[in-house]
């Protein structure tokens, strides 16, 4: 009996050894994080977005290098100015933030741009009617645009666009009608607009058109079968979903 306590009573304190080892490691686990907070251990505030983006800026007006691609954090207006002179520029990507019509004076002064993605933005028709000075511009896309259909009838002036990627609450199946007129085009997809069977129609029988993508359309069933049966060469996405009847089953980029 008595072995048996001795035993029970060497077990307790191994126990309770544990426990007081186990608490002064925590402890000073804690004591050291804040010691090393304390010295200066913490992260450097961020960088600000206004001056990342002019040193990205500067970075490309030092090398001559022609994309600007922001994905990591929100473009303005008053951010956009930076990119004056900018002239070696072919490519400009904002995805992040929103940059309006006054931004589009900016971008549109640049000479040899050629693939502009700026989604977030509102860009109306005043913006649209001055990228279609951009003579050099074969890719646009305004994913998030408040432009109506005479802004893109602006579009037609382009010589050189060939892929349009575009969505507006201020669209509807009206807008086939100025893009038809966009003859240059290879590549259309309209997110959120509601093109009808009548729109389909007038789209698939523009001469150059390659591939059509439609988000959210207002095209039936019977819309689709006509485009299957009358267009098979046409690359076809019905609401990000690749549906086209190619038989020459080209590869789905």
């Known amino acids: 009996m008595a072995a048996s306590r001795r035993t029970r009573n060497r077990r307790t304190r191994r126990i309770l050894l544990a426990t007081i080892l ?5 402890g000073f686990g804690i004591w050291s994080r804040g010691q090393f907070s304390q010295a200066g251990g913490e992260p450097e505030p961020s960088i600000s977005p206004r001056v990342l983006f002019e040193q990205r800026c500067e970075e ?19 951010m956009v100015k930076s990119i004056a002179g900018l002239d070696s520029l072919v490519t ?9 019509d006054q931004a589009i004076e900016t971008i549109a002064g640049l000479p040899n741009l050629q693939h502009l993605r700026l989604r977030l933005s509102p860009i109306g028709d005043a913006g649209m009617k001055r990228i279609a000075t951009m003579e050099s511009l074969w890719y646009l896309n305004l994913p998030q645009a408040e432009c109506t259909a005479e802004g893109v009838a602006e579009l037609a002036a382009l010589p050189r666009l060939r892929q ?7 669209l509807g199946n009206e807008v086939t009608h100025a893009i038809e007129q966009i003859e240059s085009l290879r590549g259309i997809h309209l997110i959120g ?17 390659e591939s059509l993508y439609l988000d959210d359309s207002a095209v039936t069933e019977a819309g689709w079968e006509w485009l299957f049966d009358r267009h098979p060469h046409l690359h076809v996405h019905v609401n990000q979903m690749h549906h086209d009847r190619d038989p020459k089953a080209h590869e789905h980029h």
């Open 60 to 78: 490309i007006r030092r090398s001559g290098g022609d994309t600007l691609q922001i994905t990591d954090f929100a473009v303005d207006d008053e």
């Open 22 to 26: 186990i608490g002064m490691l925590v």
């Open 193 to 209: 607009i509601g093109v009808t069977d009548e729109g389909l129609r007038r789209l698939a029988g523009m001469q150059h058109l």
């Open 164 to 170: 349009l990627r575009l969505g507006s609450r201020n």
């Open 92 to 100: 400009v990507i904002f995805d992040q933030g929103a940059v309006s």
